[in-house]
């Protein structure tokens, strides 16, 4: 194992060889080098430093170790570091099933990783429907279950879970289904369809026809799962099958997992190149980092080429047969992921950056249509008192500033959020209706489950519920709520999008401290003015702009008042002085 240094003391390649003598001078030995890019390398080198290893196979786990360590600017770059899901039954009375990305040494049995969250999401569906299994964290002991500890939740009465809480499940029976599990996630499903119809056979023999319709669901939800695999040859068993594509500045290696000639695993990732390496080289290196990551035990590779190889697994090049259509299958998925890729890159070329962004935020909000239009309310209060609400309206992904409209609230006495809420928001969009006006795609409500319901209640009364997407967001978490969802969506902290619909909670959340700072400082808040029947607020600003303070408005005249707020209205203020004298 041998390591470059440039001039700063960095690393910039870190690389392997059998003869370190041979394969370092090399670098130095050339006139003319095949790459531009290793020419430069050479140019940079200041430094030289190796580590002897036992064997070929520590050589390339410390190479890949200390490349996703320090990042050398020419080594591959592999753009796929993530830790993989695996399916965790818990070591405990009563196991549960679920998935994780932590393998915790107590004695649980993990099956995986899988190189997709989607495949453990069919899975765990899978076994969810054939089985009634416990999800809560409860201590189901023995003694516990005798002395009556617990009580039957709600999965209980909805046929979710058989209650072993209660004594109404054996562990015997639950332990059986738990072993039908092991053999599912396995990929051992014929094992699993002939125990049930063996199950089901009995059951009609004894004329239980219930409980036999029971495994019959069970067969036929197994075996549909079991069509959705892809079978080759039921003889091709516990075999790693790897595939790659490449062009001027990327590859792209297609990995399947074939268990029982069924393809239980899929995965493509894409290898950035940094010095014109080899298909060869790429293959080897994604191959031993991929094996070491997802904990590989096949004993056998399935390759379009031979490659550099030290731990004794057996590779099967194919020309023919079931093993070839194998390989044409990863060669497939690789080009599909490639063209893919290509036609993303191509779509975010020709977006814009708020498209881009909008985009994405339908994406991860699961919009039927692009928010191009969004609105955004948030509640204001002082200790309680004098509510107010503040509406901030974005287009194209930025604030359109004159379309935002301040509320006082009226209908609502003290501090109550979700009534206020529900009044601004029913205000808001009965006038835009009334009007005509354009609705927004998307309406972003500032707080959680109990706001979010209450501006609900406004588009319910409006007959708008449905017709434009709502979501609140709470601040503590940046959790995501939808309506009647009570399970939050958390969205990538770094993702465009959550920073848009942050973006637009603060800014209304600006708008709002603002106004209600006005209110405090002037005597528009003492004059209780905004209490004046037919007056609103922006009457009060455009008079209080035009005459700085209440005792101005107070000695305006008729017509002065008239010029800013209409004869109707300048009446109305100084019958409401007259009567303040009296």
Known sequence: MYQFFDKGGGIIYIGKAKNLKK?????????????????????????????VVASESDALLLENTLIKKHQPKYNILLKDDKTYPWICIKNEPFPRVFSTRTVIKDGSSYFGPYTSAFAVKVLLD?????YQLRNCKLSLTDENITKAKYKVCLEYHLGNCQGPCVGKQSLESYMESINQIKEIIGGNLNEVILYLKGEMNQYSKEFKFE???KFKDKIEILSRYQAKSTIVNASIHNVDVFSIISDEKDAYVNFLRVV?????HAHTVQVKKRLD???????????NDLRNRIESRSKELIVPFEIENSSGIKQTVPRRGDKRKLLDLSERNAKSYRLEKRRQNVTKKDQNPSQRILSTLQEDLRLNEMPIHIECFDNSNLQ?????????????GK?????????????????????????????????????????????????????????????DLLELRGKIAIIGIAKKLEEIFFPGDSVPLYIDKNSESLKLIQYLRNEAHRFGITFHRQLRSGSMLESAMVNIPGIGTKSIESLYSRFKSMEGIENASIDELSAEIGRNRAEVIQEYFKKRTK
């Open 211 to 213: 409980e036999a319709n």
């Open 260 to 264: 029982k000639g069924a393809v239980i």
């Open 384 to 396: 309680g008192s004098d509510p107010v609400a503040a509406c901030v309206v974005f287009k194209n």
């Open 23 to 51: 394969r370092v001078s090399s670098y130095f030995k050339k006139k003319i080098y095949d790459s531009y890019k290793v020419k430069i390398l050479v140019e940079r080198i200041a430094n030289l430093k190796w580590i």
């Open 277 to 287: 390496e080899s298909d060869e080289e790429l293959l080897s290196f994604v191959i």
């Open 126 to 130: 899978l076994i969810r429907q054939l």
């Open 399 to 459: 604030p359109a500033k004159k379309e935002y409209r301040h509320y006082h609230i009226k209908t609502v006495t003290g501090a109550d959020d979700f009534a206020s809420m529900e009044e601004v928001v029913y205000r808001r969009y009965k006038r835009l209706k009334e009007e005509n006006a354009n609705l927004p795609q998307l309406i972003v409500v500032d707080g959680g489950k109990g706001q979010l319901s209450a501006a609900l209640k406004s588009l």
